[in-house]
T-cell receptor, first 118, second 110 residues
Framework: GAVVSQHPSRVICKSGTSVKIECRSLDFQATTMFWYRQFPKQSLMLMATSNEGSKATYEQGVEKDKFLINHASLTLSTLTVTSAHPEDSSFYIC??????????????FGPGTRLLVL | RKEVEQDPGPFNVPEGATVAFNCTYSNSASQSFFWYRQDCRKEPKLLMSVYSSGNEDGRFTAQLNRASQYISLLIRDSKLSDSATYLCVVNRNAGNMLTFGGGTRLMVKP
């Protein structure tokens, strides 16, 4: 099946720093990628839809200036958490849809990035 | 009201038991439905899609009732390895945005 990678798998940073998370589709092209956040014992919440070559679409309540998304190629989307604070500590997961081979609606999830802000 | 609602559990069952999970969704325009499985501290993985006619994959059976906006998952002959959180997922619209339920935790015990 299709593979999506994320890097880093976990990161610990000081409050106020910015953290970049990469999401790559390894064996397919993805014009659309999705970024989710999952707090402990809660479900995944969609943060934004990342569109290759255009601006991301953010869900209500998600600050676009705080969570910067760049989808510069068909295989890479990045999420930058700017000026991270302890309340941003969470499990960030990306997913990608194979837009070329016509795999339909299946989204392939990355392994997630665990962020801890001290 | 949440878009996708599930009983959080946990469901504690012995090996070999049959267990059923239910899920309701609020958006009647939802088009596609899935069950995902998520292990602790891991990403969700697609277990199966859910079709109106009902579908089966080995020990797993999924049902969809559009009129009642209700989705179910039945697991027969539970294995220890089935212990996980099961997420009911609905495709919100043609843009392929998925809405996740809160998940139902299953613990299968020897």
């Amino acid at each position: 099946g299709a593979v999506v990678s994320q890097h880093p798998s976990r990161v610990i940073c000081k409050s106020g720093t910015s953290v970049k998370i990469e999401c790559r589709s390894l064996d397919f092209q993805a014009t659309t990628m999705f970024w989710y956040r999952q707090f402990p014992k809660q479900s995944l919440m969609l943060m934004a839809t990342s569109n290759e070559g255009s601006k991301a679409t953010y869900e209500q309540g998600v600050e676009k200036d705080k969570f910067l998304i760049n989808h510069a190629s068909l295989t890479l989307s990045t999420l930058t958490v700017t000026s991270a604070h302890p309340e941003d500590s969470s499990f960030y997961i990306c997913s990608a849809r194979d837009s070329v081979r016509g795999r339909g609606e299946t989204q392939y999830f990355g392994p997630g990035t665990r962020l801890l802000v001290l | 009201r949440k878009e996708v609602e599930q009983d959080p559990g946990p469901f504690n069952v012995p090996e070999g038991a049959t267990v059923a999970f239910n899920c309701t969704y609020s958006n009647s325009a939802s088009q596609s439905f899935f069950w995902y499985r998520q292990d602790c501290r891991k990403e969700p993985k697609l277990l199966m899609s859910v079709y109106s006619s009902g579908n089966e994959d080995g020990r797993f059976t999924a049902q969809l009732n559009r009129a009642s906006q209700y989705i179910s998952l039945l697991i027969r002959d539970s294995k220890l390895s089935d212990s996980a959180t099961y997420l009911c997922v609905v495709n919100r619209n043609a843009g392929n945005m998925l809405t996740f339920g809160g998940g139902t935790r299953l613990m299968v015990k020897p």
